[in-house]
Every structure is written in structure tokens, then in C-alpha cells.
């Protein structure tokens, strides 16, 4: 979805999207990402949508474990992630995304109430090592609904997704390069991964930003 009907579906205007992007600053080092080299911020949250009234209940803060048949890097690990803050839980733009998420969602599966999660992340590559969106490679998350909101890039080249089928044939492959852009797959019928980034000016550091967020019926 291209920017424009992305804002469209949300309700949201120029100053929802600023404030929202000024959250990525205050993410904090992925130390699971940093064992296989990649420079990688972020934080987690968990909620519950309510398919019948639209609902999202804000859930405890626990652990994030992706299943069997998923992720091959984390398969069964208890990864223990920063909360998302509370100023990015009240802002209009999360709540708005996860509603739309899910009337998308109820297209997939007929779900009375679905998990939501959603992590912000910030990948940096410097001149001296590439940043790796998804250092584990190909991989599914192991949800019905896998999505991702470009956010920002600053002084990056590279970070192309690709999404593939069950046997491994390329069905998309797209640069996210415009704040706003946001990537839906069926993740029951799909892999994905995203390629390497590197600074366009090897002087300087340079991110990229994204929102994940994936839906599951409970």
C-alpha cells in the first residue's frame, strides 16, 4: 500500500506521522541481533483486538517467543525485549494501524479476537558493517498476518523485501523507500526476508526504520 492510501485508511495527517517517527529515537539495542553481528533498536509490545467491537486491550508484558516452523534463528526462544512506552501506546497512529490491520486480517480467517504484536525496530550500517533487517534470513513469523510500515531511511541504500510462496518462488520484491509504505502478507503462505543495508555515505552512519506488526487469531 502506497503512502497516501496508507494515511487515507488511517485517518491520519502529516503531525500523526511526525510524532510517531520521533518515537524510533528512544528504541533501545537488540542484544539477541547483536550476537550475529547487526546493530539493531527496538522495543515490543502485546495487545488484544476485538474483531466484533474493535477493541485493543493493552496485555501484559511478557516474553516474545516465536514458534516451530517459523523463525530458524529464535525457534523456541524466550527473548526479552524493552516495552513499547506509554506516549507510543496513546498515539492515534498505533491504535488506527491495528484496527485496519485488522479488518484486513478478517479477510485471512474468522477470528472473534486476534493477537497483535508490534515492534519497532531501527537497523544501522556503518562503514564498517553492513545492517541486516533480518539477520536470520528467509523466515515466517508464524502468524496469520505479517506487516511492515516504513517509517524512515536515512543515508541508506538497499533493505529490499522480498516475499515468497510456499516453494520458495519470488512473488514480490519491493524497496520500502517512502515513509508510509506498508507491506501486507498472508504469513500462513509465505516467507519473507529483507536484503542488507549500507550507508550511502560511508562518513556517516545510517537507519532504517520500520514498524512490524503481526496479527494471529487467538
Known amino acids: 500500500m502506497d503512502p497516501a492510501d496508507v494515511a487515507r485508511c488511517l485517518g491520519t495527517g502529516v503531525q500523526e506521522w511526525r510524532r510517531l517517527a520521533a518515537h524510533w529515537d528512544a528504541l533501545v539495542v537488540d542484544p539477541y541481533a547483536a550476537e550475529t553481528g547487526t546493530r539493531r533498536l527496538r522495543r515490543y509490545g502485546h495487545f488484544l483486538l476485538s474483531s466484533a467491537t474493535g477493541a485493543i486491550e493493552t496485555m501484559p508484558h511478557d516474553v516474545f517467543v516465536q514458534p516451530q516452523d517459523s523463525n530458524p534463528l529464535y525457534v523456541d526462544v524466550d527473548r526479552r525485549f524493552e516495552p513499547l512506552t506509554e506516549e507510543f501506546r496513546a498515539g492515534p ?16 480467517d474468522d477470528a472473534g479476537e486476534w ?12 562503514a564498517d558493517g553492513e545492517g541486516r533487517p533480518t539477520p536470520e534470513g528467509r523466515h515466517k513469523d508464524g502468524v ?29 520484491s519491493v524497496t520500502l523507500d517512502q515513509p508510509g509504505t506498508l507491506l501486507l502478507s498472508d504469513d500462513r503462505a509465505t516467507w519473507h526476508s529483507v536484503s542488507p543495508i549500507r550507508p550511502l555515505d560511508p562518513a556517516r552512519p545510517g537507519h532504517r ?6 496479527l494471529a487469531a487467538r
Open 115 to 126: 493477537t497483535v504484536k508490534m515492534h519497532p525496530f531501527r537497523v544501522v550500517a556503518r
Open 144 to 172: 496469520t498476518l505479517v506487516t511492515s510500515l516504513l517509517v524512515g531511511r536515512e543515508n541508506v541504500t538497499g533493505g529490499r523485501s522480498t516475499v515468497y510462496d510456499a516453494d520458495g518462488a519470488e512473488l514480490v
Open 209 to 214: 526504520d520500520v514498524l512490524v506488526t503481526t
Open 93 to 108: 497512529v498505533p491504535a488506527a494501524l491495528i484496527r485496519m490491520l485488522g479488518r484486513v486480517a478478517a479477510g485471512l
